[in-house]
């Protein structure tokens, strides 16, 4: 009988079974594309389109930056014209089926130069006129899925500037393991240079007072100085890479030193001062640059390796950023601003290795220290290996081998560079190694 036929232990139920099992548990599906529809002035906000390139499936949805501690700036996102149920702060579920999902990003309007660009948010300038789009906190990603894709403009009256262009008018978005991205949505003026192999685009809020304080000359400069050390050209060959660099003024009162560095964008604050005597806020926006560009380079030309601990990424960036400051401006305003950080009186309670995973466990508040604890204890390395027959360049030396090696997954230096340093003075080394490293 037929009825008998369609029992629970028939092979077509079993496949059915299947089937559904296979639905669920399948693994995440391949990219989703990013459009930017509409651009409204008042209020300012972007309207964004994502189409999912797989959508038999049920998808969570986050902005990825919300992991990180980032506000989602995710506004009523919305499937075949229907909300998406929320799961929590800053995440939403697409159901089965949906192939395209709507929703749109309030850019709040910055009018008193009090934007900090480690916020990572979206927001609206309406002196310059143009909007940035954080990548972390305006675009929803499907959880799990860990494939790049892309963003474009749908929009004639809708110009993207983005880092990475891909074809035509298409942008980069960056897999999940890569940093963010930033763009800039609607500005008509780029300064587009070539500098050390890379394409570099520069925007900014205040053309006139960027160029009065010469900040663009300050990062080619920064530029020219990491390049070197990392060995840009060479590691690169003859693949074409290219950085967007973005200054947004802060007020001189806020004291921001700010920056965020993305996968090849950054956003950096610097101080808006017309006083010729407050040099030094010039060399901290130095400072700061360096540091992002120390990122965005390392990011570049290590792409075979395991990434780094966070606090070797921070002490590093922070370190050489001194250092180019120093080689690149020397005077008493960059030593000052050197002691801010390398602090080799300084009575440590925690080593670094008990920073970072006391700050993987959520805790931020020792964060500071990965460039104060961190940087003294390269300063320590350099100059113990530079004081040696064997490394008379000191770090710059052996960084380069640093960065290619895979790290140890408890967060130490990989052995091979240790065992390479200590040839330059055993003791002082291990001596170092414990007093700012620990276990
Ligand atoms: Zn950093």
Redesign the pocket.
């Given at each position: 009988m037929l009825r008998k036929n369609t029992s629970r232990s028939s092979p077509a139920f079993l496949a059915l079974k299947l089937l559904i099992l296979w639905i669920v548990i399948a693994p995440t599906p391949t990219s989703a594309a990013y459009y930017l529809t509409k651009v409204e002035n008042h209020p300012v906000k972007i309207s964004i389109r994502m189409t999912l390139q797989s959508s038999i499936h049920v998808h969570k949805l986050a902005p990825r930056g919300v992991e990180w501690g980032l506000a989602s700036q995710v506004s009523r996102p919305r499937c075949n014209g229907k909300p998406l149920k929320q799961n929590a702060e800053g995440e939403w579920v697409s159901p089965a089926g949906c192939k395209e999902i709507y929703w749109t990003v309030d850019l709040p309007d910055i009018v008193n130069n009090d934007y900090l660009a480690s916020t990572q948010q979206s927001i609206h300038l309406p002196k310059p006129g143009w909007s940035l789009l954080s990548e972390p906190s305006s675009l929803l990603r499907v959880k799990g899925d860990k494939s790049a894709s892309f963003i474009k403009s749908a929009d004639p009256s809708i110009r993207l500037i983005g880092a990475k262009k891909l074809t035509g008018d298409t942008w980069k978005i960056p897999s999940e393991s890569s940093a963010p991205e930033f763009f800039v949505i609607n500005t008509s003026n780029v300064n587009r240079v070539q500098l050390n192999g890379l394409d570099v685009n520069y925007i900014s809020d205040n053309t006139d007072l960027v160029e009065r304080l010469q900040l663009n000359d300050m990062h080619a400069k920064v530029l020219g100085a990491l390049s070197d050390i990392l060995k840009l050209k060479s590691k690169l060959e003859n693949r074409r890479e290219s950085v967007l660099v973005v200054w947004i003024g802060i007020d001189k009162r806020l004291r921001g030193i700010n920056g965020a560095?993305g996968h090849r964008s950054f956003v950096a604050n610097y101080i808006i001062d017309d006083d010729p005597n407050e040099s030094i806020n010039r060399y901290r926006a130095m400072m700061v640059i360096a540091?992002e560009q120390f990122?965005q380079l390392v990011d570049m030309t290590r792409t075979r390796n395991n990434s780094l601990p966070n606090w070797v990424s921070?002490s590093l960036?922070q370190y050489y950023a001194l250092h180019v400051l120093a080689k690149i401006a020397g005077s008493p305003e960059t030593q000052r601003i050197k002691s801010e950080f390398i602090k080799p009186d300084a009575d440590y309670k925690l080593g670094l290795l008990e920073l970072d995973r006391k700050n993987q466990a959520g805790d931020r508040s020792l964060y500071h220290l990965f460039y104060e604890q961190g940087a003294t204890f390269w300063q320590a390395i350099d100059e113990t290996l530079r004081e040696s027959k064997e490394f008379p360049d000191g770090l710059d030396s052996v960084i380069n081998d640093l960065l290619s090696m895979d790290f140890p997954k408890n967060g130490s230096l990989p052995p091979d560079f240790i065992g390479k340093i200590r040839h330059a003075d055993e003791k002082r080394l291990d001596d170092i190694l414990n007093k700012y490293i620990g276990t």
């Open positions: 560095a540091h990122h921070e960036a």
